[in-house]
């Protein structure tokens, strides 16, 4: 019997023992959510430069979503590769909450499939916090381009093919995509020239280095009222409030149902605690509902969209496999190596 008391005895530490080597990390975990932010800053990785629209963004909510965590929250413009050097970043962070990423659909969605440096999923190797927004790209045209039209512009492609050339912010973003959802839709071949970010693009396009680009539309409308550049059309389905009289792409016949738009939304680590999860989507929810932060972005194009982590999820893999539909037929031989 002794024996019997004895082994049953075992099993009962032995299980105590495994129990709490369960539910201790789960507490250790729960209690650092609890604690965050604490007197640490929070870093806002950020894929382009300042000045774009990405950063206008950032900028605009950076702030008021410190306010509400009780932190102060950095900003770090890390470009290049379009945007992925950023993302690479937050990907190898701790998840503790003090390294988030301000990402796009460039970095998190597209670039993987068109560049294979980048190892990184987006859709399983960050957390997904909440969307912010969602804007539309603008083509514009340099003054030395000919064309002040977008009809204009598609007729000297198809005429000249390879003599013309259009910018983005690196293979396998947005705006990349943009330009070769254009080529393949309208039957032409403009050349894409990739840039680091928005800045040096923009001074290229202006001073006719490239004929065409595709820009955020807090990036473009400076240029574009200053005469420095020729808005041909927005990728959204219909026209944007901020250039009402700038025709969609969607418009030429050519183009019917043509759309892209570029989003912004707030990530962190893979593992980053549900605790902290949940209380980063509430307060950037609140932060758009702001009234400053929300004209702030409306002035900048961006429609303040919001919603659950679950939600944005869902968004992320709709477009993932969207891009990767078109991904093969849109990409020349080699680009991305």
Request: one cysteine or more; charged letters at 15%.
């Amino acid at each position: 019997m002794s024996s019997f008391f004895s082994s049953k005895r075992h099993v009962l530490i032995r299980a105590c023992i495994l129990a709490t080597m369960t539910v201790a990390p789960a507490l250790t975990v729960l209690s650092h959510a609890q604690e965050w932010p604490g007197k640490k800053p929070i870093t806002l990785v950020l894929g382009f430069p300042a000045g774009g629209s990405a950063d206008i963004v950032a900028r605009t909510i950076a702030e008021p979503l410190g306010k509400r965590l009780g932190a102060t929250i950095i900003v770090e413009n890390l470009s290049g590769a379009a945007g992925t050097i950023a993302g690479q970043k937050v990907v190898n962070a701790a998840p503790d909450g003090y390294t988030l990423l301000m990402g796009s659909s460039s970095e998190v969605t597209i670039a993987r499939m068109f560049n294979p440096a980048v190892k990184y999923n987006g859709e399983t190797d960050l957390s997904h916090i909440g969307l912010i927004g969602v804007q539309p790209l603008m083509l514009v045209a340099g003054p030395k381009s000919g064309v002040k039209t977008l009809e204009e512009a598609l007729a000297k492609a198809r005429r000249e093919p390879n003599t013309m050339s259009f910018a983005s912010s690196g293979v396998g973003s947005a705006l990349h995509v943009a330009g070769e959802l254009l080529n393949q839709k309208a039957g032409i071949k403009i050349d894409h020239v990739p840039y680091r970010g928005a800045q040096q693009m923009t001074i290229d396009i202006a001073g006719g280095n490239v004929d065409f680009g595709f820009l955020g539309p807090p990036t473009a409308m400076p240029h574009i009222e200053s005469g420095k550049m020729i808005a041909l059309a927005v990728t959204s389905a219909g026209r944007t409030r901020v250039a009402p009289q700038v025709p969609a792409l969607s418009e030429a016949a050519a183009l019917k149902g043509f759309e892209i738009t570029l989003w912004n939304g707030l990530f962190g680590p893979a593992k980053l605690p549900a605790p902290m999860v949940a209380r980063l989507n509430k307060a950037l929810n609140e932060v758009i509902q702001e009234p400053q932060v929300w004209q702030k972005l409306q002035k900048a194009g961006v429609t303040t969209e919001g919603g659950t982590p679950q939600e944005f999820s869902r968004r992320i893999r709709d477009e993932a496999q969207r891009v990767r539909s078109v991904a093969p037929s849109t990409m020349p031989a080699g680009a991305g190596a």
